[in-house]
């Protein structure tokens, strides 16, 4: 298994004909998405929309929410399937995903790389990074990491033989599915199914439709029904159902920190219902830092933090917001942050910027969030706008790239995620690096990821010391953003969440609930033990 290789869509090439008929296909069209129960399509009388980001006026789905009644159906189909699903072979299992893998990398691509570009607002290339690559990279190695697991067996005495069993969670996995990424629903449903588990699969209403060409996709490849259900839902109204069921056996969430820690503490008050202890997974963001240092290539300082902190308008986990620049370096570091600043295009994704250049965009839940950060910044004492700051949300939510310079390292600014595209600076006088990397350690109660940018050995080493427990995902002259399935694992703890690594080994045993078998081939024969005659 080999990460999917990554196209250009340069001019007069195959893959961009095909995904400008794509796209031109879903031109003004509102696609109608139901629930799905088994092999049931149900609709309630909840009918909700996505919108194009970019485009308020264009419906891309109408869809509608699962009650609590639809919710509580699917529950007890999916733990009626289980059994028998949890029974079959792991590699008959994995083949639907290696299926599902190379049906997007062919035929599909360029249908589910459009829906997550009109629905998603990503540009061509964060559409194929997320819907194709790393989709198809999740459903690979991970059916690849399931096989393998078989293989890692206890060692055998004389007389007998160990086996250890891989079964699935007895009970269904919740699976709360963010907007950002189209391969993060995928993997989150497709995963644990993998393990012979049942899942019930919350997409985001605002990746309605490019999860469901995943779901459909799955089932294509032949995933029975009743494994997946498909389940648009309020989040409190699904949180409630799952956390209500004695069946309840996993949740994996992707969101923010209130809201999985409002699912855990459900959790906990269920926790008599329960027939299992129920596993809970989450990830829930970051407030990624940039460190340089004085020793640091200016360059690669730029061009990292400029993909890494805006970036599908840094709604991105991993996304770069706070930078530490020496004093001596600001000046330059600045000048060719605002050179490149200029070039960068704010747009409707599927229209005219479609091919090049960076677009800067915001969903409508942050939309509103991250003004509030633009005002805050616009009236703070300690906080100077060096680029952009502005938004407008007219005919779709915009906002320009923000960079801002604070003079205090523990502002708010500092410490909160922004999940937009807004990056603050702190200038610190060179002398002062090592105060500067604890502070970088102690400012925020996050942990995803971050980068050292430095070529002075020593100072790489350090840094690498005091910032041990302030990144999962740890960078040297590198980016902060941009994992890859296999070759980075991706995750944090402290609030960034439970740091499970997907994209790991180790990942798939998460969703696997061990049993082990002795079998011994040589009868008892005696009760009494050889000091006792
Ligand atoms: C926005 O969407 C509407 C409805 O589909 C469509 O008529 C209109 O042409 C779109 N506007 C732009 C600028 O694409
Ligand atoms: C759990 O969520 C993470 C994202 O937070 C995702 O990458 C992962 O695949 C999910 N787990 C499963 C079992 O699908
Ligand atoms: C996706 O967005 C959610 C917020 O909806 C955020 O908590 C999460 O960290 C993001 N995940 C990634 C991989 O960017």
């Not at 209130?258 to 299992?276: A, H, I, S």
């Not at 080994?505 to 040589?522: D, G, I, N």
């Amino acid at each position: 298994v080999k990460n999917e290789p990554i196209l250009g869509f340069k001019e007069g090439s195959q893959e961009r004909k095909e995904l400008l008929q794509a796209l031109q296909n879903l031109h003004g069209k509102t696609e109608e998405i139901p629930c799905v129960v088994g092999d049931e399509q149900v609709w309630t009388k909840d009918i909700r929309y996505q919108l194009s980001p970019c485009n308020h006026s264009h419906k891309v789905a109408k869809f509608c929410y699962a009650d609590k009644e639809l919710i509580n159906k699917a529950i007890l189909a999916s733990v009626a399937a289980r059994r028998e699903w949890d029974l079959k072979p792991v590699q008959d299992r994995a083949q639907i995903l290696f299926k599902a893998a190379d049906v997007i990398s062919g035929p599909r691509r360029a249908e589910v790389l459009a829906k997550t570009m009109i629905g998603q607002a990503k540009t061509v290339i964060q559409a194929e990074i997320d819907a194709a690559a790393e989709l198809i990279d999740f459903f690979r190695f991970n059916a690849k990491h399931a096989i393998e697991l078989q293989s890692q067996q206890p060692i055998d005495a004389p007389g007998s033989t160990n086996t250890m069993l891989y079964r699935g969670l007895e009970g269904f996995v919740a699976a709360v599915a963010p907007f950002n990424f189209t391969a993060i629903g995928g993997n989150l449903a497709g995963t644990p199914a993998l393990m012979g588990n049942v899942v019930l699969w919350k997409p985001s209403d605002t990746a309605m439709s490019a999860s469901y060409a995943v779901y459909k996709i799955l089932r294509e490849c032949g995933l029975p029904p009743n494994i997946i259900q498909f389940l648009p839902a309020d989040g409190p109204v699904f949180g409630d159902a799952v956390t209500a069921s004695e069946h309840l056996a996993g949740i994996n969430f992707t969101g923010s920190v209130p809201t999985f820690k409002r699912l855990w503490k459900q959790v906990g008050e269920n926790l008599d219902k329960y027939k299992n202890f129920p596993r809970i997974a989450g990830e829930c963001g970051g407030k990624n830092f940039h460190f340089v240092h004085k020793s640091a290539d200016v360059q690669s300082v730029v061009m990292g933090t400029i993909r890494s902190a805006f970036e599908y308008g840094g709604q991105k986990c991993s996304a770069c917001s706070r930078m530490y620049v020496p004093d001596s370096l600001w000046p330059q570091i600045k000048q060719e942050l605002l050179s490149v600043h200029k070039q960068m295009k704010v747009g409707d994704v599927s229209k005219e910027y479609l091919f090049w250049g960076k677009i800067t965009f915001v969903s409508l839940q942050s939309f509103g969030r991250i003004k509030k950060w633009l005002d805050y910044a616009k009236s703070s004492p300690n906080l100077k706008i060096v680029a952009g700051g502005n938004c407008d949300d007219q005919k779709g939510y915009f906002v320009e790239p923000t960079i801002i310079e604070t003079k205090d390292p523990q502002d708010n600014i500092m410490k909160e995620e922004i999940f937009g595209p807004v990056l603050t600076v702190y200038v610190y006088p060179e002398e002062n690096y090592k105060t500067v990397l604890s502070l970088i350690d102690s400012t925020s109660p996050y942990a995803l990821t971050g980068a050292v940018f430095a070529q002075d050995k020593n100072v790489i080493e350090e840094a690498a010391k005091v910032l041990r427990n302030a990144a999962g995902n740890y960078y040297v002259n590198d980016k902060s953003t941009g994992s890859i399935v296999a070759q980075q694992p991706f995750g944090g703890a402290r609030a960034s969440g439970t740091n499970d690594k997907p994209g790991g080994p180790h990942y798939v045993l998460r969703w696997t609930s061990p049993q082990v078998v002795k079998e011994t081939h040589v009868p008892l024969t005696e009760w009494k033990y050889s000091y006792m005659t």
